[in-house]
């Protein structure tokens, strides 16, 4: 009776068939509605890639831009000999505008080299020097200005400080000298104006133009990483493979030693470890401060601290003691566990030997999720940089003006110059008002799911490729005489020709919770600095549902895919029948293959991958009622093998 209202629960067990000879060839197309929204997603993709590409200028992400929104040292323009981007008063980009503009509020010009000595406006006028001054002065300038229209028009800095090159920008060269810090040899500097400035304010200025190059900085060196180490890359790729390989070829043959010297090896460090703590515990008796309590310490920065009392030896030396009376006793109870996983490495290892061509598969994956890696970055780049050059008045005094869209063409002869005298319209970020720029976020949201729908269809395929090839070798009478010519590439070809859909799907589903977790964790950036103790809450509450529910629908999605490749049935019927299958089995799970004995169907025939090791057998032919558990397993084995290792 208990078997029956189980089984009514969770479906009814598949009965045995001595005619079935593994993954069904003659199959129909499933969830075809999936395959033709995927394909339109894919055109509307690349829609939106060309859109990205006709519009977007990298150039915006690889040259500093100056006041004017010109490239420095981008060749075929004028700045061409001009790489670096010099900052009139860097003092400045220490004002709260840049977090909210990503740009200091100060004119930018481009130049061929950073200062390297100090010098003021005052000083070098009507001098030798200015020469040398002139050129880090806005283009066009003349000397037909008044020394204060000069500053206050922002043709010239008031300043020159000794600056140093970083990221094609010019920094003030700051360093410290027995705990002082100085810029050259001087502990303060000349503003111009004339008045003495600490040189902490210019590192709280660096600092801030800094902050907003330090992610595009990041960004370059590790594309110039891959640009320089790409061969030793592929070098590794290839060890890792041939490591991979013979990894798999000696588990064939030395599983069983393998996994003791594993488990002897760890129960003698554990050993070890006691004997370790119990000399450390010896060695501290009658030393001063040695019988101090963990309690009366209290909590310690400096964790080596906690190695100079005898109690925190006691306490290593208890836990490792429980630790290895645990693995003991696990070892005495479980022994059989430990022979049949034994067993069943083994003929992984074996089924692997006879597709061989799965060793490779492995590589198709990471080169098409290379590809998708590829096109998402390089559309987030294109779209990223598809917008105008936005101009805004900026302004040291209170002014009505400041924060507005300008021209600097004609900016001096505008009404908003006139209302601000000191104001100065420069390049503050790309955007833009149409309709296009409006929808360039959503474009990007669009992006970022596509990415991970295509990432999760890739990933989906190769599991029910190795599925469908590691199926055809479970039910082979005779092997290798039954097993098909080209096991690997059949399955992947019945995986593209009828299941395309189903994958389609499945990866669907898993992008869409994937998207909703990058807008959780953007929503949780943005509200880091609230108080509201009920949000914070609600958000991590929402973050850990979601992240559990991604965990659930991976899991269902992979024994869903084991069934599409067996029985090729729709995503929904593979889901619900793996479901139930692993109801009705969940004590017989291998993920609990050491801590529980096989169990029987009532047909006498077992339903744990016991089977596979040819301990029930009928003849040949292995009597599977209902369980693909190996089949996991086997593409754990040679799927993942080679990516772990990469």
Known sequence: MVDERKDGAYGTPQKYDPTFKGPIYHRGCTDVICCVFLLLAIVGYVAVGIIAWTHGDPRKVIYPTDSRGEFCGQKGTKNANKSY???????????????????????????????????????????QEFEYYKQFCVPGFKQNKAVTEVLRDGDCPAVLIPSKPLVQ??????????GVLMVGNETSYEDGHGFRKNITDLVEGAKKANGILEARHLAMRIFEDYTVSWYWIIIGLVIAMVLS????????????????????????????????????????????????????????????????????????????????????????????????????????????????????????TFLLLCLCIAYWASTAIFLSTSNEAVYKIF??????????????????????????????????????????????????????????????????LGQVTLAGAFASYYWALKKPDDLPAFPLFSAFGRALRYHTGSLAFGSLLLAIVQIIRVMLEYLDQRLKAAENKFAKFLMTCLKCCFWCLEKFIKFLNRNAYIMIAIYGTNFCTSARNAFFLLMRNIIRDPSFLLLHP?????????????????AYTDGNRWLLPDCPWLLQRLRHVCGHAVPLLL
């Open 85 to 127: 981007l010099f900052y009139f008063n860097i003092v400045k980009c220490a004002s709260p505008l840049v977090l909210l503009e990503f740009q200091c509020p100060t004119p930018q010009i481009c130049v061929e080299k950073c200062p390297n000595r100090y010098l003021t406006y005052l000083k070098a006028h009507g001098t």
């Open 169 to 178: 920008r010019c920094f003030p060269a700051i360093h410290a000298h027995k």
């Open 245 to 364: 390989l013979l990894f798999i070829i000696l588990l064939r043959f030395l599983a069983g030693i393998m996994v003791w010297v594993m488990i002897v090896m760890v129960i003698l460090v554990l050993g070890y470890g006691i004997f370790h703590c119990y000399m450390e515990y010896s060695r501290l008796r009658g030393e001063a401060g040695s019988d101090i309590s963990l309690v009366d310490l209290g909590f310690q920065t400096d964790l080596r601290v906690y190695l100079h009392l005898r109690q925190t030896w006691m306490a290593f030396m208890i836990i490792l003691s429980i630790l290895e009376v645990i693995i003991i006793l696990l070892l005495i109870f479980l022994r059989k566990r430990i022979l049949i996983a034994i067993a069943l490495i083994k003929e992984a290892s074996r089924a692997v030997g006879y597709v061989m061509c799965s060793m490779l598969y492995p590589l198709v």
């Open 395 to 460: 302004s040291d005094t209170d002014c009505q003006a400041v924060g507005k869209t300008c021209n600097p063409e004609n900016f001096s002869s505008s009404s908003e110059f006139h209302l601000c005298p000191g104001a100065h319209c420069q390049f503050a970020f790309y955007g833009g008002e149409s309709t296009y720029h409006r929808a360039l976020l959503g474009l990007q949201i669009f992006n970022a799911f596509m990415f991970f729908w295509l990432a999760n269809f890739v990933l989906a």
């Open 598 to 614: 096989p169990n029987q169907d009532r047909a006498g025939h077992s339903t744990t991958p016991q089977l596979l090791l040819g």
